[in-house]
């Protein structure tokens, strides 16, 4: 019997992500996103489409303490939601602490000290087999979906506040160079890598529902390809994406969490591709710091592109002329365009005149 017993363990272990063994390993996974025009070249922009569903436990910087807020940046890209993991067959603590030289951290969760334009929790106590005891409140979020893994859970003591979660979550907005360029010519989109590492990519697009995508694969130097067919269901572009994410570092559960976590709005409307981000990119754009070093690190981020078109700048100009004095109206003809409507708009109406623009579309512009 004792042997059953013993034996039946070990398998569940084997079925979790990351068994628990002596060594501490560490998965993070986050999401750069950047926005430009058929010329590829960058925009600054702000989400168009209201304030975020992150819940109200989350911290946010503090305006007197010398913070902006986050709609006070002129950012060209959103580093949206990386989270760390731990795993690790015993307790642990970590010392835990992200830079981020050329941006600034908006939200953060648990509480953690604001260190120039980074982050230090100090000391993180991993506690494999502790009970789930993690704020949520009864609104949903895209943030619970990032607890889906067989990670340990984590506990931070902040000037005597003490506060459980599944990882370590921060979000922030900056102005740096990304390692691809996109652009769009004749329907025909060309992906140039400005790095020295092999970018995996994968093209996608959904105009007016219908979805397509196409696989890059590595890519070394620059790779030219027509725009998808519109011919297959989402579902197969997030298996792609799955595997992509499994191929690059995240354990199973870790990349299906992350899906989940941007459904929403990696599929919506527009031309967009995604890439990995090389490490040796993602390190010099947020370097890491952990003390005692894992025996294993993994950080996987995609970098999503999104690509303004022609035909998107045109109807958002006819969308300007027929409805622009309404303010109601105008935002409901532009809600397909979901969060970047507003650098559109921008693009879209920069030859207009100034008399040209209704009140209420400057007041729209203004707004970041």
Known sequence: MKTIVVLAVALSLMALDGAPGEKLTVHEWGTFTSVAGADGVPLVWNPFSGPTDLPKFVHRPEPLLGYLDKKAYRPTVRMETPV???YSGRDTTVNVKVDFPRGAITEWYPQGQL???GIDWGKVYIRPGALDQFPRESQESHYYPARETDAAPIQVITQGLLQDEKFLFYRGVGTFPLPVRVTLANDRVTVKNLGKDLVQAILFENRNGRTGFRVLGAIRDS?????????MPVSEAMAELERTLIKSGLYEKEARAMLKTWRDSWFEE???????VPRAAVDAI???TLDPNPEELSRVFVGRAEILTPEMEQRMREIVKRVGNDPLAFLKEVQPFGRFAQPLLRRATATFREEELM???RRLLESD
């Open 359 to 361: 009140p209420a579309i």
């Open 223 to 231: 790779v030219g390809a027509g725009r998808p067919e519109l011919s």
């Open 286 to 288: 947020l370097p890491l």
């Open 115 to 117: 260190n120039g334009r």
């Open 270 to 276: 527009g031309i967009r591709l995604f890439y990995i």
């Open 84 to 86: 760390l993991y731990f």
